[in-house]
């Protein structure tokens, strides 16, 4: 079994993790924006500010990364590509969206049928960037200076 190669995994989860936010991005600045805004009002709190919105893109990085070093992870024992991928990218969906967001609901604090389109472009989002952020890994270390000095 390969190692896993941490410069690939950050390098593909960043990818994956932009991806992320530029859906994010797309979803709740400009489709949902009116809705999220009537939900903060009310709880009687002003809208997102910048701080907010850096930790959620911060947060969509980590995401994309940990996505790929789940891939990168169980690639050795399930084989590269599609399928090994959206098992990744699933577990992701799965841990960070889908049931976050149904105990959310359960709370009654958030409109269902907001909760339910988040959770649903949420999810696809995290497979489609999982797929993609996939396709640029690879367990082939770039070889190093110190290394290639070290086989002469």
Known sequence: MGSINMGSV?????????????GETILNVFLLK????????????????????AMFVALGFVQGILALWLYAGIRP????????ALIA?????????ILPTLGYMVTG??????????MAWSTV?????????????SEA????AASAS???
Request: cysteine-free; glycine content about 12%; hydrophobic content about 50%.
């Open 34 to 53: 009116d809705d999220w805004a009537a939900v903060m009002k009310s709880f009687n709190k002003p809208d997102f500010n910048q701080n907010q919105i």
């Open 89 to 97: 990218g699933g577990f992701m969906a799965l841990t960070t969206a």
């Open 141 to 144: 270390a770039a070889p190093n």
């Open 125 to 137: 989002e995290i497979l489609i960037a999982t797929l993609i952020g996939a396709k640029v890994y």
């Open 109 to 118: 604090l958030f409109p269902s049928n907001l909760m339910m389109i988040a």
């Open 77 to 84: 024992r399930l084989g590269a590509g599609m399928q090994t």
């Open 10 to 22: 950050i390098k593909g989860g960043l990818l994956t993790g932009l991806i992320i936010n530029v």
């Open 150 to 152: 070290a086989g002469k």
